[in-house]
């Protein structure tokens, strides 16, 4: 079985629905983001520094042990947690169908590309094990130069402090034993981080919005610029 | 096919089969468009921020957690009073924007209290106290909290030099730590002069906008009310503006003209809409800000609240979630008033209800079925006597009048004087995924 039909099996058991971790009645996704305005050209506003990413170790798509310092540091860096089964479509699949686009985009400038890479880290140590991770990743960087690293953890515990560094909430949907189903919650969040590490944007749904999402890449491309002249 | 053609099919296909389409990001009714896990069902608890009263219970400012699940054996009680050992005069509130924590601001002493509301929200926890605000921003009283992804942007009213109105925000991390500030313009900014006055903030992210109100410093807030209204002087010193942000370089981009403190701001959340509601508080005026010609925003009286010659003093306002309907709440009079916002530009009032001797906050449930009411506004500004009635009142809506569903007294329960709430629902089956892993 490929990877490809694989993927579509798990995901008829699995449901991610990202948003919703208190059961009250009806709650409802929020629906994909707006865009009303005319994002303001990169270089024109600063990006806050909203805190620095503390480090740690996890695995990459090999089952190499790698440093997470290492990946977000050095290149402007788009960091998101995600799991491969999931299948709801303000979730994962919004994300990586965004980052896709954004990658695309980013291709387009010869200059920028080297300097811009995707983390994806994995919110299911225990199925998404580095072998899932190397084909799921094929979907998404094979054939292509740019960056796009794929990490998992050797175990849970390891991810939590990552986790909670970055505060990235997931919780389990339990079945009525209260053991685990194979239900993850979960706040869809992309990272911007600079090439020193630090955190300068961070884009729930409502702020998922690609041509703000490349400015605000490209500002940081102009101030990395601007640093390395002085 | 391309990838980026691939995913978007499914997508596609995806919102299909759900039948999810574009949706009003917003939470009920008047949180941050940032926080997940919106309630539209049936809350279990309410939150409220609760100002000491020497000689009352221990006299703290406290958290009490009351059960609203009417399905709970403890439906209409307190089961929770979590006191922070001071009384700062407790103010508003706001969930971070993964909604597992409380921030609650005290607006005399500037402490910020970070409660954990997710891990179990009948029993929160004080889990850090920010006390740096004043000494790293010169601000003063931390009133508006209002989520960002992962950050907490803080609306103040005054400042550490003259404890007058001027004011800025002061942007944390959610670790809180103090991340920048931004002063409120004093200069003309669009063609209108700031007074540099804070109050409420709200954000429209498909606008890229936050539009902020303006009230008054430390020196009118923590007077007496009897004492200030006297003095001609002191009553100079309200705010008089708001101010039209770029969200995306914290720029102020339009000062707006809005005279008579305008306080608590809603936007409109049906999907489309472009404006926001606002109520000035000194003139009982409802302003409309709308996007008009050319994008630039517009400031337009649109409604007068009771009889503005008796001051009703208008307070919080709670929109519905189609937008369509607007309650407001007059301190003075005790009255609550709703509003029919079908025609934004020109609000018909159809319902007032005397909901107690002194309302003034008020929240809806998000199918708008259930409404509380609180009684305090400022431990100096609530009435004497009598009249100084303490209370959290439930209420039933069933679109013609509010039937009353429970009452919670704040002064025999020796809690306080309860202001600003918020609700919270239980977690059901799921688990965080560090219990698991601790298994």
């Known amino acids: 079985m490929t990877a490809m039909l694989r993927r579509p099996l798990l995901a008829a058991a699995c449901l991610c629905v990202s948003a919703i971790v208190q059961g009250a009645g009806d709650q409802r996704p929020a629906g994909p983001p707006r865009m009303d305005f005319t994002p303001l050209a990169p270089g024109t506003y600063r990006l806050q520094a909203i805190q620095p990413v503390a480090d740690a170790t996890l695995l990459d798509e090999r089952g190499r042990p790698v440093k997470l310092s290492a990946l977000v540091h050095g290149k402007i860096t788009l960091l998101t947690f995600f799991y491969t089964y999931c299948v709801d479509p303000l979730g994962c699949p919004f994300a990586h169908v965004t980052l896709v686009n954004l990658r695309d985009r980013i291709l387009e400038d010869r200059n920028l590309a080297p300097k811009v890479r995707f983390v994806n880290i994995s919110l299911d140590p225990t199925n998404d094990t580095p072998e899932v991770l190397a084909r799921y990743a094929t979907d998404f960087v094979g054939g292509s130069s740019f960056e796009w690293r794929f990490l998992t953890a050797q175990a849970v515990p390891r991810l939590l ?4 560094d970055f505060g990235q909430d997931v919780s389990i949907e339990t079945d009525e034993q209260g053991r ?25 749904l409502a702020f998922i919005q690609p041509e703000v999402m490349l400015n605000d890449i490209r500002t940081l491309y102009l101030e990395s610029n601007t640093r390395a002249q002085r | 096919m391309h990838r980026s053609s691939l995913f978007a099919v499914i997508l596609g296909s995806l919102y299909g089969c759900l039948g999810l389409g574009p949706s009003a990001i917003a939470d009920e009714t008047c949180n941050s468009p940032y926080m997940s896990n919106l309630i539209k069902g049936q809350e279990d608890f309410i939150h409220v921020w609760t100002l000491g009263v020497e000689g009352l219970g221990d006299g703290s400012d406290k958290l009490v957690t009351i059960d609203v699940n009417p399905k709970s054996k403890g439906y209409g009680k307190v089961v929770n009073s979590l006191s922070v050992g001071g009384r700062g005069e407790a103010h508003h509130m706001g969930f971070t924007d993964d909604r597992k924590y409380l921030w609650a601001g005290g607006l005399d002493d500037s402490k910020i209290y970070v409660f954990d509301v997710g891990s179990n929200p009948a029993q929160p926890k004080l889990v850090r106290t920010i006390a740096d605000l004043p000494a790293k ?13 992962g950050r907490m942007l803080i609306g103040n009213l005054s400042n550490t030099v003259d404890m007058g109105g001027v004011t800025g925000m002061a942007l944390y991390n959610n670790k809180g730590t103090l991340i920048t ?11 209108v002069k700031g007074d540099g006055y804070g109050y409420d903030i709200a954000i429209n992210p498909a606008k890229n906008v936050i539009l902020t109100s303006s009230f008054a410093g430390h020196q009118n ?17 309200f705010g008089s503006t708001m101010v039209v942000w770029n969200l995306k370089s914290m720029q102020p981009t339009q000062v707006l003209s809005v005279p008579g403190a305008p306080l608590e701001i809603r936007w409109s959340l049906a999907p489309g809409e472009n404006w926001a509601i606002t109520a000035a508080a000194l003139t009982s005026k409802l302003w409309l800000v709308k996007q008009g010609e050319g994008g630039k925003w517009v400031a337009k009286e649109v409604g007068t609240i009771g009889d503005p010659a008796k001051i009703p003093l208008p307070v919080d306002i709670s929109i519905s979630a189609d937008g369509k309907g607007l309650w407001v709440n007059t301190f003075m009079d005790g009255t609550t008033h709703y509003f029919d916002l ?26 708008g079925k259930r409404v509380y009411i609180t009684s305090s506004l400022l431990a100096h500004w609530d009435k004497k006597g009598a009249d100084n009635e303490q209370f959290l009142r439930a209420f039933n809506w069933d679109g013609h009048e509010l039937t009353p569903a429970f009452e919670v007294d704040f002064a025999k329960e020796k809690l306080g004087r309860p202001h600003h709430m918020k609700f919270t629902a239980k977690a059901g089956k799921a688990r965080t995924l560090a219990s698991i892993a601790g298994e």
């Open chain 2, 342 to 367: 079908t025609d934004p530009e020109h609000p018909k009032e159809t319902y007032q209800k005397h909901t107690g001797s002194q309302v003034n906050m008020i929240s809806q449930s998000w199918d």
């Open chain 1, 180 to 204: 685990p189903a194979r239900t993850l919650h979960h706040m869809l969040k992309v990272f911007l981080i600079d090439p020193r590490g630090m955190v300068r944007e961070i884009y729930t």
């Open chain 2, 181 to 191: 500030k931004y002063d409120m313009p004093t200069t003309a900014v669009g063609g």
């Open chain 1, 161 to 164: 402090p990552v986790l909670d």
């Open chain 2, 137 to 149: 921003t010169k601000y003063v009283g931390p009133h508006t909290f209002y989520a960002l992804p």
């Open chain 2, 221 to 237: 807030y923590m007077r007496e009310l009897g004492d200030l209204i006297k003095d001609a002087e002191a009553m100079k010193h």
